[in-house]
């Protein structure tokens, strides 16, 4: 299977998995976010060529993540570590 059949493979995976959650969702408002994202989910896995693929595939990143042409539109946060030192053992 070839790397754009497995993202496609994928996308409709994941539009199943969106319909699962729409039956166990009573809420209206929620169905309708969810089948919308089944939707797009949908439209990636059977777009008609690699160009269409990938548009379709960084406009379902900007709604979803605020991200735009692979890079985050967000400023990223970095956590650090505080070492404490070592508590001698006596």
């Avoid at 969810?34 to 160009?51: C, F, G, P, S, V």
């Avoid at 269409?52 to 946060?77: D, I, K, S, W, Y």
């Amino acid at each position: 299977m070839s790397d754009l059949e497995s993202d496609r493979d994928m996308c409709r995976k994941a539009a199943a998995e969106f319909i699962l959650f729409v039956h166990e969702t009573t809420t209206p408002e929620k169905k309708e976010i969810l089948l919308i994202r089944a939707q797009e989910w949908i439209k990636l896995a059977y777009a008609r060529n690699d160009t269409a693929f990938e548009q379709h595939l960084a406009e379902l990143n900007q709604q979803q993540f605020g991200f735009r042409g692979g890079v985050q539109t967000q400023p990223m946060q970095q956590q650090q570590a505080k070492i404490e030192p070592k508590k001698d053992e006596k």
